[in-house]
Structure formats: structure tokens, C-alpha cells
């Protein structure tokens, strides 16, 4: 989504990079020093083989993507967000920040979210705007002289490395929650992972549910959407 301050043109031509390289292979991946192969709860997963493809939806733009019931139907749920913010628009970085939380506050299944901050000065002033920032982490500095479109080499080798840092979180993310659907599978689970207690547009329209019936009809989701997880 743009943040700040970018031209609409920029912007397309930026998120028409992005998109050009949004399959990767897992091959090229930086394996996580964190992954365990014995804790792995999938017994064929491998870092050698396969792909991660990025599906990337404009904010400005609901056909085909968000919807009020995106966190229900998994292969709508928003698991990113991308803010893209110019330099020279003279936004302040935190700004940008606080607006990129703010739009997305309606998606709280949100697992990794990235500022893109395009023409940086790499400068004192630069590291003043990132020390400013709530989660400098987050951030993500593109050279002052890189040009923005369809034939950009630099921009496109930008794109492919935080995309693979991106994919690699992802997929520690999703092994996580694989884990956490087994008792809710199996119905030993005492409780719901906070990312499976699904809300949908019904419940906010309907009458309020008795406890019991709300928590059985929560569970009852969580077990239709731990399958389609894995």
C-alpha cells in the first residue's frame, strides 16, 4: 500500500516489480537457525525443493482480495503488509509507519509488516527518521539513484532479497501454527490459539451468543480452518 507520499505511477511500477518476482524457490531461502527437522511437524517439508508464491493485493483495491471475511477463509487471510513510502515526498518515516498500522489494524492475523522507504539519502538524516521509528526493524532503505520500473535490475535484486526474508518468516509462521492446530484436531485443545478465534461479519451483525455456544461455534471454525492450514 502507499504510505506518505508516492506517485500513483511509482507506486504501480514498483508493485509491478515486486510482483514479477513474487515465486521463489525454496532452494534460495536462508534456512533459519531456529528450524528444527525432528520438531518439523511436516514430514515431507524440505528447504531443497519447492516454492513460496507471494499473492499481493492492493489495499486500494477489494476485487478478488480483502474482504470482511478474510480472516475466515484461509486462502484469503492477509498474513503481510507492504508500506511504500518516497523519500522525497518529505512524509516523516513515522508518520508512514503509524499509517501503515493504522489501515491494517483490520487484519490482526498480520505476521510481518515492512516499511519501504524508496530514495533514501543513507544519510544522518535517514538515521535520525529510523531511530524515530517504533519498529526500525521493520524498515527497509532503497538507494537515493535506483530507478523505478519494469526494467530495473537493482530494484528487481531489492525486490528478490526482502521477498526471501519475507518467504522465510512465512514458513516458520505456518510450521508454528501447524503445531498449534494438532489439539485443536485431536479436541484436546483447552483453548484456541488467538489466530484461530475467528470472527466473521455474521458476529458482529448477530445477536450476542451465549458463552458456551460462542465458544463451541469458535471451535468449530477453528477445527473447518486448521485443514486448510496444513
Not at 498474513?79 to 518515516?93: E, F, M, S
Request: net charge neutral; charged share 30%; glycine share 6%.
Amino acid at each position: 500500500m502507499p504510505v506518505g507520499g508516492i506517485s500513483p505511477k511509482d507506486f504501480r511500477r514498483f508493485a509491478r516489480t515486486y510482483e514479477s518476482v513474487a515465486n521463489l524457490e525454496k532452494s534460495g531461502l536462508l534456512r533459519p537457525a531456529e528450524f528444527s527437522a525432528q520438531d518439523c511437524p511436516l514430514e515431507t517439508f524440505s528447504w531443497r525443493s519447492g516454492n513460496v508464491r507471494f499473492h499481493f493485493v492492493d489495499v486500494n483495491n477489494n476485487a478478488g482480495g480483502l474482504s470482511g471475511w478474510g480472516d475466515f477463509q484461509a486462502h484469503r487471510q492477509v498474513h503481510g503488509a507492504i508500506g511504500v513510502l518516497h523519500a522525497k515526498a518529505g512524509t516523516a518515516w513515522e508518520e508512514a509507519e503509524q499509517e501503515l498500522r493504522r489501515r491494517t489494524e483490520a487484519y490482526p492475523n498480520i505476521a510481518v509488516r515492512r516499511l519501504f522507504v524508496i530514495g533514501s539519502s543513507f544519510d544522518d538524516k535517514a538515521a535520525a527518521e529510523r531511530q524515530q521509528l517504533t519498529c526500525p526493524d521493520e524498515c527497509v532503505e532503497f538507494p537515493p539513484d535506483m530507478a523505478i520500473g519494469d526494467d530495473s535490475s537493482t530494484l528487481r535484486t531489492h525486490a528478490e532479497v526482502t521477498l526471501a526474508d519475507m518467504a522465510t518468516k512465512f514458513i516458520m509462521l505456518f510450521l508454528t501454527r501447524l503445531k498449534e492446530c494438532t489439539p485443536v484436531l485431536e479436541g484436546s485443545a483447552k483453548d484456541l490459539p488467538a489466530w484461530l478465534r475467528l470472527e466473521t461479519p455474521l458476529d458482529m451483525d448477530g445477536e450476542p451468543l451465549e458463552k458456551a455456544k460462542r465458544k463451541k461455534r469458535l471451535v468449530a471454525r477453528g477445527r473447518k480452518y486448521s485443514p486448510d492450514v496444513e
